[in-house]
């Protein structure tokens, strides 16, 4: 089997939110819509204090509650872990945002610029199938499906590597198959220690964080 996961190592995050830009560039995500981002968090009482920059989006559970609340099968998981949303199906019922302990999932309801007026690349690049409906990280499925049908490996051939990925310039984010042996992700998940966000509700995210080394 293949299980699609993504890792963050957050020694190496400099929140510079290049991810946050290029997912917004790769998928055309309107004003106030941010598939990829980056929190900015303090912990540690004076003077010992540290700073973490930590990329989040939708997790890819193995156990979606967005999907299990989803009235009409919009959201669906693929055998190999990626969550997706068909549109064509979805009537924006917000159920799936409510469910979700990510706070991954965003509805727009009418088309957003970045100015009053669009640009013509704002123009040419709106979807209004994704108007009215809940949308979210898709970790580019497109890109993925595309390069396996061209024999590229997703997490080594940036054409088949989510864009957020490939921009990182600390090289913090990592992208592959969680699955095979022999991956890039396991190699990083046996050095490191890591861990998940809200393990704790048994939904077997697909996102890991690098905290130490092990």
Known sequence: MTRWVMVADLRRCIGCQTCTASCRQANATPVGVQWRRVLDMEFGEYPEVKRAFVPVGCQHCSDPPCMEVCPTTATRQRPDGLVTID??????????????????????????????????????????????VATKCTFCVDRIDQGLARGLKPGVDPEATPACVNACISKALSFGDRDDPQSNINQLLAENQYFRMHEELDTDPGFYYLWDAR
Do not use: F, M, W
């Open 87 to 132: 549109y064509d199906l979805c009537i924006g019922c917000a159920y799936c945002a409510v469910a979700c302990p990510y706070q991954a999932r965003y509805r727009s309801d009418e088309p957003a610029y970045a100015y009053d007026e669009a640009i013509p690349a704002e123009t040419v690049r709106l979807d209004p199938k994704r108007l009215g």
